[in-house]
């Protein structure tokens, strides 16, 4: 059973001021929570059906974690999820640190990505292409976000994320003679383009792109070629064909 406590706990952290308050976050799934359990994420509590203690004995085990049974309907009451006959944890956040792009290393940069899914997807896809760090607005999503969390299916463990002020970081990039390429309709073709070592790709909000104050700071525009009638990609699937060209065409 999920003490009243804990359930009244786990409802607060769906809700950003407490999980800021408390520097805890959900975790449910179990994909999410087998990957989760696999990191160096500190689990505060963590919940279980007798099925997935069934299936993860091992690595439950192995983690040395404290964990408590839970039916299928006191996890999908307490959580976000419709149905959860998995886990639910509540987790510790880590610390945030500034992230630079080193030697040899692609980044990406988000620019007022608002939609927790697409967040979720876009950490998704940067771990699926080898990038471990993403830089975001303050305007963006919040990386804690439940459906943010839901939609990386794991991938948060891997990805590192860093919000600031993308003004005074890319022009930081600008300095440290970081290339940073930009996704805009006029761009170049990005199918023609021999990506560098080391850069930043940059991507606006779903419905108007990259901010006017930021185009000053990037140093390639580039786009995916349209062969049809649609008006634009969403950008989580835009990030995945723009990644796809960098890993293909790096010189």
Request: hydrophobic fraction near 40%.
């Amino acid at each position: 059973m999920i003490s009243r406590n804990k359930q009244k706990l786990i409802k607060s952290l769906q809700i950003k001021k407490y999980r800021k308050l408390h520097q805890m976050f959900l975790v449910e799934g179990a994909i999410n929570v087998k990957e989760l359990l696999d990191s160096d994420f500190k689990i505060e509590h963590l919940f279980v059906t007798r099925h997935f203690f069934e299936e993860n004995e091992v690595i439950l085990k192995s983690s040395c974690v404290d964990y408590e049974y839970a039916d299928e309907k006191e996890l999908s009451e307490a959580g976000t999820l419709e149905s959860n006959n998995a886990a639910l944890a509540i987790v510790k956040m880590k610390e945030e640190r500034p992230l630079n792009a080193n030697k040899g290393e692609f980044i990406l940069v988000l620019d007022e990505v608002r939609d927790p899914g697409n967040l979720g997807t876009l950490i998704r896809i940067a771990d699926w292409y080898g990038i471990s760090k993403i830089i975001c607005s303050e305007q963006c999503a919040e990386r804690y976000n439940p459906k943010v969390i839901s939609a990386t299916k794991g991938s948060f463990i891997r990805v590192d994320m860093y919000y600031c002020n993308l003004q005074i970081y890319l022009k930081e990039l600008n300095n440290a003679g970081v290339k940073v390429f930009g996704a805009f309709l006029n761009g170049d073709n990005i199918h023609k383009i021999n990506f560098p070592e080391t850069g930043a790709i940059l991507l606006g909000n779903e419905a108007s792109g990259i901010n006017k104050e930021l185009e000053e700071y990037v140093t390639d525009k580039i786009t995916i070629p349209r062969f049809g009638g649609a008006e634009s990609l969403n950008v989580a699937v835009a990030s995945a064909v723009i990644l796809d060209n960098v890993r293909r065409r790096k010189s």
